[in-house]
């Protein structure tokens, strides 16, 4: 059975990538890095399932598509 995909803040994305908040933004709004998600009225946040798999690999990740869950 899988765990449960949690949800990260932007300061755990921040600690963990390296980045900056600007970047992250920045390649967010470029295609480059996970959306993230609204958790709240004015709450984010990310799936870490989709942080761990932009820092196992920044060069080649690419969004989710439907397909891509379904296999």
């Known amino acids: 059975m899988r765990e449960p995909d949690r949800i990260i803040r932007l300061k755990t994305v921040l600690s963990r990538t ?20 609204k958790i709240s009225t004015n709450g984010t946040g990310w799936h870490e399932s989709d942080i761990n798999r932009w820092i196992a690999d920044p060069a080649s990740w690419h969004p989710k598509r439907e397909l891509d869950e379904v296999r």
């Open 18 to 37: 390296g980045l900056s908040r600007s970047t992250i933004y920045r390649k967010i709004a470029d295609g480059t890095f996970p959306a993230q998600l």
